[in-house]
């Protein structure tokens, strides 16, 4: 069973769990959406987001917000980031070999590595680029078979903070790339800033840069 707990401090936050309900009825819209808008808090941010064991995370934002290098300093658990793929690939091959060339092995080795991580019944953080929605509602379907609720931490950052994340990790994306995401993003944002989750959401975190380097751990407690 889920326990409920909802409590804010500048050490941690712990969202609302969804209630234990029937499998039958685990399909069931929330009654409720949950957004904790941790925007602009002037150094108040916490210092840790806590999950129920059975929860599943999907961190999205624009490409160069920072997501990778949220994950890879705050998850201690199990973290599944197209990135980390993408790096293993990109050492072993030659350098002068197109990323496109590649693209569709690194893309079914990060689903393969995906699927592995949910089967394992563990708490998951999962990066989420914002035009996947498909993925999401993989993890909705998957986060409900296990009894557990899917949560989205939502990275709010400038279209200019983003670029400059790109440039900072020397890789970027192209215009067209850019504004879809750009378009996917602002949408989803709107949505969530009204209340609006996407399908199978049961809560939403809005942090911008400042909270994000504040967050120092994103775990599952028992």
Known sequence: MNRTRAYATTSGIALPKRPAVPAGEAC??????V????????????????????????????????????????????RIDSQDTR?????????????????????LAHYGGLWRALRSGEGVVVHDCGTQAWVRGWLAREARRRGGTLH?????????????????????????AF?????????????????????????AVLIDRDAADALKRIDFAG
């Not at 999950?51 to 999205?60: A, N």
């Not at 197109?98 to 693209?103: L, T």
């Not at 504004?179 to 809560?203: D, I, N, W, Y």
């Open 179 to 203: 504004a879809r995401h750009r378009g996917a993003m602002t949408r989803l944002l709107r949505q969530v800033e009204k209340g609006r989750l996407p399908e199978g959401c049961g809560s």
């Open 35 to 78: 957004v904790r808008d941790l925007r602009d808090r002037s150094g108040r941010s916490p210092r840790e987001l806590s999950f129920g064991p059975d929860d599943l995370v999907v961190v999205t934002g624009l490409p160069g917000s920072g997501k990778s290098t949220l994950m890879r300093r705050a998850v201690p658990g199990r």
């Open 87 to 107: 790096d293993r690939y990109d050492a072993r091959l030659p350098r002068v070999l197109p990323y496109a060339v590649y693209r569709p092995f690194v893309r």
């Open 28 to 33: 069931g819209p929330f009654p409720t959406a």
């Open 152 to 176: 989205l931490l939502l990275l709010d950052v400038t279209a200019g903070q983003a670029r400059d994340g790109q440039r900072e990790r020397g890789r970027g994306v192209s215009r067209y």
